[in-house]
């Protein structure tokens, strides 16, 4: 514990502390609480994410043996030329927000390459940005995990640390000014005692 001097002004210094960490406390609890929703709601939209990717993928389980034995659907058929992202403000924490992404796709003979191709493509291009936000919302969930630690180790010390040690504090002064107060007045009393035995 820190040491305090045993002054009036410093009293007033620590009910001033003490006032502020009262005051700031709430809005830090308040932040805390919504850090704790948005990092549930980043978890949930990345299930879900995923579920939808999952789907994808099963329902392309029946027919993917197509892509290796033709040799028609390569790597260099569908590529993302960008990824278009903004950003928004949840609780002061500037995260990234998944806006899309652009793709291209390299021409190919639409008269030798088999019927599921177009469908193929379109289907890769859902793959893609379902694993591109999902991404993106990971990084959003990761900062604001970080925001969440942070609030939730300001909200511990002013609770647990900062609160209680003011308030011994302000005991402490109240104590010793209570008693250089009591010791004033009794030595007041013992001179006015002397100086009516002197006068008689």
Known sequence: MAKVKLTKNELKKQKDSLKMFRRYLPTLMLKKQQLQGE??????RIKELHTERDLLNESFRSW??????????TADILRISSLRTGTG?????IIP???G???VVEKYDLVRTPLWMDTAVVKMKQVLLLD????IVEEQK??????LRVTTQRVNLFEKVKIPETQTHIKKIQVYLGD????????????????EKADA
Request: net charge negative; no cysteine; glycine share 10%.
């Open 39 to 44: 990092v549930r709601l980043a978890e949930m």
């Open 64 to 73: 993917i043996g197509v892509f290796a034995d033709t040799g028609f659907f």
């Open 89 to 93: 403000n949840i609780a002061g924490v």
């Open 97 to 99: 927000v998944f806006d």
């Open 101 to 103: 992404a652009e793709f």
């Open 132 to 135: 591109l936000e999902a991404e």
């Open 142 to 147: 990761r900062l604001l995990e970080r925001e």
């Open 180 to 195: 250089q107060q009591t010791a004033a007045v009794v030595r007041g009393k013992i001179a006015k005692g002397r100086l």
